[in-house]
């Protein structure tokens, strides 16, 4: 069957996603690997009644083919939306509505990327984007992560010797997977990178308001000034992963070519999702509602470092994020957390996390694992991390005695 598939399929590298999870926890198993929202903290009942004034408003017009593009009333609440919680100044016209954030990441690969175009990414960074990038054949370069995000030292020296990057890919707020978020000093930076080593910044930014301490940031695309950032949100983790409703605000050639994109794709996103999302919004106040769900997840984030503080090994390193849905632990390099979660945490624990490899362009590193805190409860979170402390103790002793041996 090769001779029938296209060379990016047959050549291509594996699956990322598919990557992800090994196996299966049984009835009582504990997820550490999933990316979810709580699902109690959806408003059903005021999308339900949304849905139907959408319908009832339009009756069986909302079921005909809409705008590629998204409701022009829609786009203009994100555009709002944009300037109230990023500092972002955009109109309707700069907006693209895309099926979640991974059609936007798909598309703005499709739009940029020819077999052997240069990208920086984070190391590690989000293994949705790999999937979606990998199939453009791209050419990697990897930037380290610092505390407070993408290392600017490391990245000018790959700019200065690869001076035909094209695109950078950056999560800015509670980064996915390591949840550090990158500063204000770092965000105007890279603007001024891009300007002088004429490349662009993808940011996607689909956490930035769920934080939980400190100060919010203005985006990245705030600083922009020549359209080199292509800013990339998504309702799915502050509303419903479900409606699949995703934006890509940019300038508006690109907002163009990535709607002709779009087009020959999926001619539009479902206009009955879109105009019930307008529903909601017209009759709900989105930020309350992020408001209302933030002390939940502050809880969970509090109570897994809480027990990770008590649990890990010293020379177990992980993040402090201050909002997201994820922490990152890095374990000593003798370490692999594959082989850990597929031998010891899925069979014996019954507890399951993502392991660091599927985040790095290259798979070269195998010491890290991602944490979700968010779709877990408190005791589920005090069972889970102290087995998992325990079983990496237990590696850990395991690879010192048999280096001694």
Same mark, same amino acid.
């Given at each position: 069957m090769n001779d029938v598939f296209a060379d990016r399929v047959v050549t291509g590298s594996e699956d990322r996603l598919a990557e992800m999870f090994g196996g299966s926890l049984g009835e009582n198993g504990i997820k550490f690997s999933a990316g979810n929202p709580n699902s109690e903290l959806f408003p059903i009942a005021q999308m339900k009644q949304a849905f139907n004034k959408a319908i009832d408003k339009s009756g069986s017009q909302i079921f005909e083919y809409q705008t590629v593009s998204g409701f022009e009333k829609l786009r203009e609440r994100l555009a709002q939306w944009a300037g109230q919680t990023a500092d972002i100044n955009i109109t309707a016209d700069n907006i693209l509505v895309t099926q979640g954030g991974q059609q936007a990441l798909d598309l703005i690969g499709k739009l940029m990327?020819?077999?052997?175009?240069?990208?920086?990414?984070?190391?590690?960074? =989000?293994?949705?984007?790999?999937?979606?990038?990998?199939? =453009?054949?791209?050419? *990697? *370069?990897?930037?380290?992560?610092?505390?407070?995000?993408?290392?600017?030292?490391?990245?000018?020296?790959?700019?200065?010797?690869?001076?035909?990057?094209?695109?950078? =890919?950056?999560?800015?707020?509670?980064?996915?997977?390591?949840?550090?978020?990158?500063?204000? +000093?770092?965000?105007?930076?890279?603007?001024?990178?891009?300007? +002088? #080593?004429?490349?662009?910044?993808?940011?996607?930014?689909? #956490? +930035?308001?769920?934080? #939980?301490?400190?100060?919010?940031?203005?985006?990245?695309?705030?600083?922009?000034?020549?359209? +080199?950032?292509? =800013?990339?949100s998504s309702f799915s983790k502050i509303l419903m992963p479900g409606l699949r409703v995703g934006w890509v605000a940019a300038d508006k050639i690109l907002i163009e070519r990535l709607r002709k994109l779009k087009t020959s794709s999926d001619l539009e996103t479902p206009g009955i999702v879109l105009a019930a999302l307008d529903q909601y919004m017209e009759n709900n106040d989105l930020s309350k509602h992020i408001a209302e769900m933030l002390p939940t997840y502050r809880s969970r984030l509090e109570a897994m470092l809480a027990v990770l503080d008590k649990t890990m090994p010293t020379d177990v390193r992980y993040t402090r994020p201050e909002?997201?849905?994820?922490?990152?632990?890095?374990?000593?390099?003798?370490?692999?957390?594959?082989k850990l979660l597929s031998e010891i945490c899925i069979p014996k624990d019954r507890i399951s996390f993502v392991p660091g490899k599927v985040f790095y362009a290259q798979r070269n590193r195998k010491n890290g694992m991602r944490l979700n805190f968010s779709g877990v409860d408190e005791e589920q979170i005090k069972v889970g991390i102290t087995k998992l402390a325990k079983s990496i103790r237990s590696a850990i002793t395991a690879n010192k005695v048999g280096a001694v041996l």
């Open positions: 990327l020819n077999a052997g175009d240069e990208i920086v990414v984070e190391a590690p960074t =989000y293994v949705g984007a790999l999937s979606a990038f990998d199939q =453009y054949d791209p050419c *990697y *370069y990897d930037v380290e992560m610092d505390d407070d995000g993408i290392n600017l030292e490391q990245l000018e020296l790959v700019l200065q010797a690869h001076p035909n990057i094209k695109l950078l =890919y950056t999560v800015p707020d509670f980064h996915n997977p390591t949840g550090v978020t990158l500063s204000f +000093r770092k965000r105007e930076k890279l603007v001024e990178l891009a300007e +002088r #080593y004429d490349f662009f910044i993808l940011e996607d930014t689909p #956490y +930035r308001d769920l934080r #939980y301490k400190g100060i919010k940031l203005p985006a990245i695309k705030s600083f922009d000034r020549h359209g +080199r950032v292509l =800013y990339v909002g997201g849905f994820f922490i990152w632990l890095t374990l000593p390099e003798v370490i692999d957390a594959q």
